[in-house]
């Protein structure tokens, strides 16, 4: 029963694994916090978190996979006890989301 259901999940874990990322917002003031894939699976991972133009990486996980989303998450969430509001986004990286035009 076991390798079955093992073998049912394989080609769920084995699929690509997209950028995450929380916008956080102050006034004028952005922030993002990203979780980045830069093979496109679950490992390795960073988090990214970008403020005034510049970007530096947080954290990073190469062998516990979910450890980049919970650092992520947390951050996010501190952000939001100071102040900011925070909405997810997945799928697109943070130079997509700044170079898109402001409305």
């Not at 950028?19 to 990214?48: K, W």
């Not at 947390?74 to 909405?87: H, L, P, S, T």
């Amino acid at each position: 029963m076991r390798l079955i259901l093992l073998t049912a999940l394989v080609p769920f874990m084995l699929t690509a694994a997209e950028n995450q990322a929380t916008h956080c917002q102050l006034g004028d003031a952005v922030r993002v916090i990203e979780v980045v894939y830069p093979e496109g699976t679950e490992l390795p991972c960073e988090v990214h978190y970008g403020k005034d133009g510049q970007s530096s990486v947080l954290w990073r996980a190469s062998s516990e996979v979910g450890y980049c989303e919970q650092k992520a998450a947390e951050f996010a969430e501190k952000q939001r006890g100071w102040g900011w509001q925070c909405v997810v986004t997945a799928g697109k990286s943070q130079a997509e989301t700044s170079a898109q035009p402001e409305g």
